[in-house]
Structure formats: C-alpha cells, structure tokens
C-alpha cells in the first residue's frame, strides 16, 4: 500500500524545538507536503520537498531523505498558537495530483 | 474570493437522503480536488479535476457518491442514499495549475452528520 506513518501525539514546551517524522512507501515517490490544521479548521500549506535535504522557511524547516523513505517537520522556538495537527501528504507519479495523507500528528505546547 | 470557499459548512441529513456540497475554488485554478477526513485523521483523496474533466475518480467509496465540476469552475459533490458512515467533513482544495508539485488550497470544509 500506500502507507504514510507519522506519530499521533507529541507533547512539547513553549520556547523548544519540536521534530515531527513522518516515513512512507519509496516507490512512485514524487514529493511530499507538511500541512497544518488546527481542530476545525482547513489544513493550510507549509511546505513542500521533493530534492534530498532540508527547507528552512521561518521557525519551520522540513527535511527529506528519498532513499530512506523519510521526512521531519522541524518547529523551532515553539509558540501557543503551534498547537495544532501537522499533517504529512506523499504525492505519487502515477497518480495525477492525487495525494496520500497520513492521519496526522496532533501537537500540544505547554506554557 | 481570496480562498476556496465551501457550503454548507455544516448540514445534518437523516439516513436515507441526498445531500449536495458546493465548492467555490479560488477563480482561475485549473485543478480541484474533494476529500473525505474522518475525525482524527488526514484527508482521504475522492476525486480530481482538471478544469471541467474528472480525471481521477479512483477514491469515491462507492456509487452513491457523484461529483461534478461542468463549466470548469464551482464543482458539487453529491451523496444519494446517505448512510452513517458517510459522517465526515468534505473538504474541498484547489490548485492553480495541473502540475503534480503544484500547492493546493483548501477550503473550510462542510461538516457532514448522518443521523
């Protein structure tokens, strides 16, 4: 299948950096997106890798290893307001615009 | 409009009914796409447009389900027969061109209960 993995939950303190995973099937690999979306409301865009290496865009930065499989979603100087779920998206070559979401991972910062 | 705007935002239908959800894409974009998601997880992709061509189709769980997009801009997904597993939000996105790599946008979603 089509399997996108990404944990459900992470905890983390606001000020910290906090590193979201996500990992997925190699094969027709062709880009991957990191969306947020906050409970109820429409994921919105925040990055896009399809090169091996790390995309730094403001306190987000989000890295991709092709051969492995393997993406992180980097959040540094954590604010409140990072408190949402982070949603991974696999794009496939054999599929024109078809994305595969993982189910997301729900992020809680803490004062 | 500035974004991708949907309607109803919310709609409860008994089981049994038809129900129609619009989406207005931000204008110009040529691809559009509808999603199913579940509480507590990640969109399920349903099916895409190219302009007014459907040309993905392969997500729609069964043929109760129907969407269309005829001029190429607003699109509806329609729901005969609806069941309670049919329970979800819909979201709709849009992209500005056919490009696989290209951003997509999405709208607020229309919160569907099934009683």
Known sequence: GQNIDQPTEMTATEGAIVQINCTYQTSGFNGLFWYQQH???APTFLSY???DGLEEKGRFSSFLSRSKGYSYLLLKELQMKD???YLCAVRWDTNAGKSTFGDGTTLTVKP | GAGVSQSPRYKVAKRGQDVALRCDPISGHVSLFWYQQALGQ?????TYFQNEAQLDKSGLPSDRFFAERPEGSVSTLKIQR???EDSAVYLCAS???EGATDTQYFGPGTRLTVL
């Open chain 2, 95 to 97: 992209s500005l061109t």
């Open chain 2, 82 to 84: 609806t069941q309670q």
């Open chain 1, 49 to 51: 890798n399809v090169l």
């Open chain 1, 83 to 85: 408190s949402a779920s």
């Open chain 1, 39 to 41: 409970a109820g409301e």
């Open chain 2, 42 to 46: 990640g969109p399920e992709f349903l």
